[in-house]
């Protein structure tokens, strides 16, 4: 295959409760990988409209997850960040790839079963559709690298297939315009380090959520230090010590998700964190990371505060952003619609 400038892209939903799992699963990569790429971050509106969303909430969400990317140290200068309704591409490749991606593919997919629920004759085309509009959210820029945490693995697989699909469906028209063997990259997930999967801290079974009704199941970026403190001395442990070694977390997850967030928060690995902590009781372990996390996680949630509440600032950082997205994003789009024999 071709080869083909690298880019990242990667989105957030603007569906409120930024929580600990999208900072260190998502919001720490997109940082460090800015040093390395051009980047593209995307608060993704249309996304969230798939289930019901209160109109007001939606744009105070925005600017929150906007103000939560600044806060974290990406640079809007540097890198492209902007709100996806204000790039009408997004929009058009989706349903471009409404027609490449299979219903079977789509029905494999088990975000939407379990967000669907039992009532699944009543959720919306959207919420099935939703991969398609993923594929497209990163195949208009012809992103190569998207960081992620592991709940949206199989969503990138899709993406990769839907690309796949496009390029040989279109074979003849993409070499004729001169295009080589592949129009689309196939983007490579980047889902690295201890905190790809944060559970939460009721249940070590369970993905940090959103959605998740009781408070105490995550740290949200806009906790204080007395919430943060709480949270984490509540969460649910078992009642033996820290093992010294990566291996005698295995079967206890409410320890390894401790253990993880505190390697993650601290930039190191989980066998140097139970290299301090192994053999000790929770009660020290979590005194510790109730520190690290107020002083890791304190400062950017009171800069993002500032910040959200500045809306000019916010919603300008946003205009400038998609005003770059979108030229990038037409102009893939004429080569699209060239490539498919739309008059234009
Ligand atoms: P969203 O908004 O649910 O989550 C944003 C990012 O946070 C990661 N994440 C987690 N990581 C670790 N532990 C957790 N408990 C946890 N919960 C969430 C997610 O994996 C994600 O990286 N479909 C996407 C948004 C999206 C997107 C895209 C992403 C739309 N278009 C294109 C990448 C590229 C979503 O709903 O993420």
Known sequence: MAAFPQLVFSGVQP??????GNYLGALVKFVEMQAKYDCVYCVVDMHAITVPQDPAE???HTREVTAAFLASGIDPKKNIVFNQSQVSGHAELAWVFNCVSRLGWLNRMTQFKEKAGKDRENASVGLYAYPNLMAADILVYRATHVPVGEDQKQHLELTR????????DFAASIERL????????????????????VMSLRDGSKKMSKSDPSDYSRINL???????????????????????????????PEAENLVGVFAALQGVTKDDVLKQFGGQNFSSFKSALVDLAVAKLGPV?????????????????LRKGADRAREIASHNMTAVKDILGFVR
């Open 301 to 317: 949630g009171s800069e993002m505060k500032r910040l959200q509440a500045d809306h000019a600032y916010i919603d300008d950082v």
């Open 161 to 168: 297939d839907i690309a796949q699909k496009f390029n040989n």
């Open 15 to 20: 569906t409120g409760n930024f929580h600990l």
């Open 222 to 252: 806009s906790d204080d230090a007395d919430q943060i403190a709480q949270k984490i001395r509540k969460a649910k442990t078992d009642p033996d010590a820290l093992p010294s070694e990566n291996a005698g977390l295995s079967g206890r």
């Open 58 to 60: 939606l744009t105070m």
């Open 178 to 197: 001169g295009y080589g063997d592949a129009f689309f990259p196939l983007p490579e997930p980047i889902i690295q380090g201890p905190a790809t999967r």
